[in-house]
C-alpha cells in the first residue's frame, strides 16, 4: 500500500476545489485562539500564512533566520506575478493559466493544484492591491500587464523589476499589522534545527537563538514549513547566500517524504560568472526577454566588439529554432539552447561562457526613454557589476541555478506524511512539475498562504480543539534537543583546517558540473561517489571557529552545508533514477532528433517522493502516479 | 591591489569594541566589496581568528540586510548603492578603508558590524499598513490610482529598512524612513481611511524608541542607496499638521 494519499477530490476539475472547501471542516472562534500553529520563513509563503492565520484567531508563532521578516528572499522576484484577471481582453482565463503552467512544467505536475493555484490567483491580485501593493498602472488608473516567457497573453502584474519586493513589502504590512493585535509572536534571528514528533505527529520545533546561541524549545499544534528553495546547493545561485535547504531536509529526516528533488530551474538570464572569488550570481529579470534579444556571433570566438557586428552575422538562435515563442521561450528551453551554443564554441565574454541580449533594436522601436523606464532598475544593477551600460552594449548572460522545483511531498491540503507538518510556496514540490513559468512563484506561494492553508489547516485543527497547549518538557522534546546539541558539539570538535564555505564551493561546483542543466547516467554514478568523498572530508577536516554560545556565523554554514550533502546525494539519485527528461531535468540519453527533451510517459508520468530510510541507508522510492483526466499529454512544443 | 582595513571589532552587545587593522594584499577590483570581506575572512579563520561578523544575505540590493559605515559614509563613497553592490573598483591600491556598524542608539551593536535594528519593525507594526484582512479585497481594478500616484508610491515603497538614513543623521532621526512609508499609503485611495491616525502613531513611536529629530541636513537622502527623496519628510509634515489639526 503506497503511503502516498494525494487526497485529490473526485469530480470536475473546474469544481474540485469549491467541492473540496465545502466538506472541510471548520473550528469555532473561540477554539482558534486555544490553537498554535508555527510558521517557519517569512517570504511570502510564510508571511502569507501568517498573518492569514492571525487574522482568523489563532495563536502564531513565526520564527526567522533574519532580523526582520522584510528580508526574506520573495524580496529579490524581479518580473512579476501572474493572475488570470483578462485585464488586457487577450482571451486569458483561469484554464489558460492552468493549461500553460501544466504544459511549461511538462506534465509533471498534478492538475487539480494546479488548476487551483490559477484559481486563487485573481484573489492574490486582489489583496495585494487592497495592502498597497504598488502595480505599475496605466494613465486611466486601472493595472497595467505585461507578457512573461512560455506564454502567449499578457497576464503579469509588475512593479517595475520589483514586483517581489513590493509584494513582499505588503505581506509584511499585514504580517507586522497582526503582531501589533497580539495574534502573531515574531522569533527573528533563530534557525530551525529539526522538528519534534510526538505520537506521529509534528508538534513543535527545536530553534538555536542566533545572537545567544540559546538552544530553544517551541511547541504548537501544527508547523507549517515556508522555508523556500534548496537551489543554493549549487554555491553559485542567483539565491540569497543564506538560503538553504535544513529546515526542508530535517522535516525529510524525521519522516516526511521529498518529492522529485532532481527539479531544478536553471534560470537563463543571470549576469554571468566573472572571477573565483564570486559569492552570487546575480540575476536579470526574464521580463528583459519581452524587448530583448538573444543572439551571439555566427562566428565561432568572433573578436569583434558586438556592436561592430553587422546583423547578417548575428545569430538569433531562440528567435531561429523557436519561431513561434521566439525570445520568450521557457527557462529551461532558453538556458540549455545557450548553453548548446557555448559548448559549440560560439559563447562570447572572456570565458566563452554568455551570450548577448540586446536592447538595440526595442531602443529603436520604442525610444530609450521607454525602455530605461521599464527596466531601469535591473540596469542600474547590471552596470553597478560588469561597469558597462545596457543602453550602449548588450548585456551577457549565462544560466544560473535559481529554484527549485522539487520540494517536500504534500497531498491536496498542502501537509506532509508527517501529520500536521505543512509545506507551502516553493518548499513543497506541487504546482510546477518539471519546470516552472516565470511569475507563477510570487503567485503560487501567495496562493497557497492567503487561501488555500488557512482553509486545509483549519480541517486537521479541527480534530485537536481538545488537546491541550503541547508542553515542551516531554521526552521528545528532551530527545531531540540532546540530538541537536550533539551535533552542534560534533561540528566543533572536527578542527580541521577547510572552512564550510570551502567545502560547500566544492560540492557545487560537482553538483553543476554532474546535475545541473544536462545530466547522464555515467556523470551522476560519479557525482554520487565524489559527495560522498567530500562528505567523509568534511566530518574530518572542517574547521569552524567560535563557540556554540555566541553568534557564530561559521557554525550556522557548517550545519547548512552537512545538510546539503546528503540532499546533494539525493538529488543525483533522483536524477539518475528518472532516465527520461522532462522540462528542466535533461537526461542526455533521452531527447528527440532536434535536441529537445523527450519525455517517457509510459514509464515516468510520477511523482518520485524519497522516504528517508536511515543514516547510510538507501532512500526508498514512492511513487505517486499523475493522472490526466482534463488535459491531453502531448510534445511540449514551442516552435 | 593591497589595501589597509580598520575594522570595529566587538565581541558581543556588552563587550566594548576597538578597531583592528588588518592588511589585505591581492584584492581584485571586480570583487565585491563583500566578497572582499568574505576573502579576508577566510584568511582570518586560516589564521586561527574569529572572522568578523557583518550582515548580508541577498547580495543585490534589494533585502536591506548588508549595511555598514565604509570610509565614514553608510554603504561607501558610491551613490544610491548598497554595501553588497559596491565593488572594490571604487578604490586604489594603497587605500586605507575603515568599517563601522552604524552608530545610532536606536541601533545598538550586536557584534562586530552586526546591529539590532528591530526599532524599525516596531515603528512598521505601530501603523505602517492597511488594515484589510485575506479575503475582503474588492476586484484590484475597481481601485483606480492616477499612474503618478502609483509612480510616486513605487518610488517611496522601494525603501529596504536598511538603517542608513538614521545612520547617516546627526540626529539618528528614522523621519526618512517613516516618511517613506506615511507616503506610500497616503498616495493611495485605500490607504486614506486611517491616514491620519498612521501618521501620528508611527512618529510618538519614533519619538519613543529614542531616534532623533529631522533638522533638514539631507544627509539621509544622499545616503540612501535607493535614493529615497526627502520631499517624502515635507509630505510626512504635512499629513502629521493635518492630522494634528484634525484632532
Not at chain 1, 501568517?50 to 484567531?57: N, V
Not at chain 1, 507563477?440 to 480541517?459: E, K, N, V
Not at chain 2, 558590524?113 to 479575503?135: C, T, W, Y
Request: aromatic content about 10%; some cysteine; hydrophobic content about 35%.
Amino acid at each position: 500500500m503506497s503511503k502516498l494519499n494525494s487526497k485529490i477530490p473526485d469530480g470536475p476539475l473546474v469544481d474540485k476545489w469549491t467541492k473540496h472547501k465545502t466538506a472541510l471542516k471548520l473550528v469555532n472562534p473561540a477554539n482558534k485562539s486555544k490553537l498554535d500553529i508555527i510558521v517557519i520563513g517569512t517570504g511570502l509563503g510564510g508571511s502569507s500564512s501568517a498573518s492569514t492565520l492571525g487574522e482568523l484567531g489563532y495563536n502564531v508563532k513565526v520564527f526567522s533566520y533574519q532580523d526582520s521578516p522584510r528580508r526574506a528572499h520573495s524580496v529579490a522576484a524581479q518580473g512579476g506575478i501572474n493572475a488570470a484577471k483578462n485585464y488586457k481582453n487577450d482571451n486569458d482565463s483561469i484554464y489558460r493559466l492552468f493549461y500553460d503552467m501544466i504544459k511549461g512544467g511538462d506534465f509533471r505536475a498534478r492538475e487539480a493544484n494546479v488548476y487551483r493555484a490559477a484559481e486563487v490567483s485573481n484573489l492574490v491580485i486582489d489583496h495585494y492591491t487592497a495592502l498597497g501593493v504598488p502595480f505599475a498602472r496605466d494613465y486611466g488608473g486601472t493595472i497595467d500587464n505585461r507578457s512573461f516567457g512560455g506564454v502567449q497573453v499578457s497576464r503579469t502584474f509588475y512593479a517595475k523589476g520589483q514586483t517581489g519586493q513590493q509584494c513582499l513589502v505588503g505581506a509584511y504590512s499585514a504580517l507586522t499589522r497582526q503582531i501589533k493585535a497580539g495574534t502573531v509572536t515574531m522569533y527573528p534571528r533563530r534557525d530551525l534545527l529539526d522538528i519534534v514528533v510526538v505520537d506521529g505527529k509534528a508538534r513543535g520545533i527545536i530553534t538555536r537563538n542566533l545572537v545567544t546561541g540559546e538552544i530553544e524549545r517551541h511547541s504548537a499544534h501544527a508547523v507549517v514549513l515556508a522555508t523556500g528553495g534548496y537551489g543554493t546547493i549549487y554555491y553559485l545561485s542567483t539565491l540569497a547566500l543564506n538560503s538553504n535547504a535544513s529546515a526542508a531536509w530535517k522535516a525529510h529526516r524525521k519522516g516526511a517524504l521529498f518529492a522529485n528533488p532532481s527539479f531544478v530551474q536553471i534560470h537563463p538570464t543571470s549576469i554571468p560568472v566573472m572571477n573565483s572569488y564570486q559569492s552570487k550570481l546575480t540575476l536579470m529579470s526574464e521580463s528583459l526577454r519581452n524587448d530583448g534579444r538573444v543572439w551571439v556571433p555566427k562566428q565561432a570566438k568572433d573578436p569583434r566588439k558586438p556592436n561592430d557586428i553587422p546583423e547578417e552575422e548575428r545569430d538569433y538562435y531562440l528567435e531561429r529554432r523557436y519561431p513561434a515563442f521566439g525570445n520568450l521561450v521557457p527557462r529551461d528551453v532558453a538556458s540549455r539552447a545557450a548553453k548548446e551554443r557555448c559548448d559549440a564554441g560560439f559563447g562570447v565574454g572572456p570565458t566563452g561562457l554568455s551570450v548577448y541580449l540586446d536592447f538595440r533594436d526595442a531602443i529603436k522601436k520604442k525610444g530609450k526613454k521607454v525602455i530605461e523606464s521599464s527596466y531601469g532598475n535591473l540596469f542600474d544593477m547590471y552596470e553597478k557589476i560588469s561597469g558597462e551600460s545596457p543602453l550602449e552594449t548588450p548585456m551577457r548572460i549565462y544560466p544560473a541555478g535559481h529554484y527549485t522545483m522539487g520540494g517536500l511531498w504534500v497531498d491536496y491540503n498542502l501537509m506532509t506524511t508527517i501529520p500536521g507538518l505543512f509545506a507551502v510556496g516553493e518548499s513543497n514540490f506541487s504546482d510546477h512539475g518539471a519546470n516552472r513559468l516565470g511569475a507563477s512563484s510570487l503567485m503560487q506561494c501567495s496562493g497557497d498562504g492567503y487561501f488555500i492553508l488557512p482553509y486545509t489547516i483549519t480541517d486537521y485543527l479541527a480534530d485537536d480543539i481538545k488537546t491541550p497547549r503541547i508542553q515542551t518538557n516531554i521526552p521528545e522534546f528532551e530527545k531531540t534537543e540532546a540530538d541537536v546539541k550533539e551535533r552542534i558539539k560534533r561540528l566543533l570538535s572536527i578542527n580541521g583546517k577547510e572552512t564550510a564555505t570551502s567545502f560547500h564551493k566544492r560540492l557545487g561546483k560537482i553538483m553543476w558540473d554532474y546535475c545541473g542543466m544536462v545530466r547522464n547516467e555515467e556523470g551522476l554514478k560519479k557525482a554520487l561517489v565524489l559527495i560522498k568523498e567530500l562528505e567523509e572530508e568534511f566530518w574530518k577536516n572542517l574547521k569552524v571557529t567560535g563557540t556554540d554560545s555566541e553568534l557564530n556565523q561559521e557554525l550556522e554554514k557548517a550545519g547548512r552545508v552537512a545538510d546539503f550533502f546528503e540532499l546533494g546525494k539525493l538529488l543525483c539519485m533522483d536524477a539518475l533514477n528518472r532516465k527520461e527528461s522532462c522540462g528542466a531535468h535533461f537526461r542526455e540519453e533521452s531527447q528527440t532528433e532536434t535536441g529537445e527533451a523527450k519525455r517517457d510517459d509510459d514509464n515516468y508520468s510520477f511523482v518520485a517522493a524519497w522516504e528517508f530510510k536511515g543514516e547510510g541507508q538507501e532512500p526508498e522510492l514512492h511513487k505517486e502516479e499523475l493522472k490526466f483526466e482534463f488535459v491531453k499529454l502531448q510534445e511540449r512544443s514551442y516552435k | 591591489m593591497n589595501i589597509k582595513l580598520k575594522i570595529w571589532r566587538q565581541p558581543d552587545a556588552k563587550s566594548n569594541g576597538r578597531f583592528e587593522t588588518y592588511p589585505l594584499n591581492d584584492v581584485s577590483s571586480d570583487m565585491s566589496f563583500l566578497e572582499m570581506l568574505d576573502y579576508l575572512n577566510n584568511n582570518l579563520i586560516k589564521e586561527g581568528q574569529q572572522p568578523v561578523a557583518f550582515e548580508h544575505d541577498c547580495r543585490e540590493g534589494i533585502c536591506g540586510s548588508c549595511g555598514m559605515y565604509i570610509s565614514g559614509r553608510p554603504h561607501g563613497p558610491q551613490h544610491k548603492t548598497t554595501t553588497c553592490e559596491l565593488r572594490m573598483r571604487e578604490f586604489k591600491d594603497g587605500d586605507t578603508i575603515t568599517v563601522e556598524p552604524w552608530r545610532a542608539s536606536a541601533f545598538p551593536v550586536i557584534k562586530d558590524l552586526i546591529v539590532e535594528r528591530s526599532a524599525f519593525d516596531k515603528i512598521m507594526q505601530s501603523g505602517g499598513f492597511i488594515s484589510v484582512n485575506a479575503g475582503a479585497a474588492q476586484d484590484a481594478n475597481s481601485i483606480l490610482v492616477k499612474k503618478k500616484n502609483a509612480d510616486e508610491a513605487f518610488d517611496s515603497a522601494t525603501c529596504l529598512g536598511c538603517g542608513a538614513c538614521v545612520a547617516a543623521c546627526k540626529n539618528s532621526s528614522a523621519m526618512l524612513f517613516i516618511a517613506a512609508k506615511v507616503t506610500h499609503l497616503a498616495l493611495f485611495p485605500q490607504g486614506q481611511t486611517e491616514a491620519e491616525l498612521r501618521v501620528k502613531t508611527m512618529v510618538a513611536k519614533m519619538d519613543e524608541l529614542g531616534f532623533g529629530g529631522c533638522t533638514n541636513t539631507r544627509a539621509c537622502e544622499a545616503e540612501c542607496p535607493k535614493g529615497i527623496s526627502i520631499s517624502n519628510i515635507a509630505k510626512l509634515n504635512r499629513e502629521f499638521f493635518v492630522a494634528k489639526l484634525k484632532e
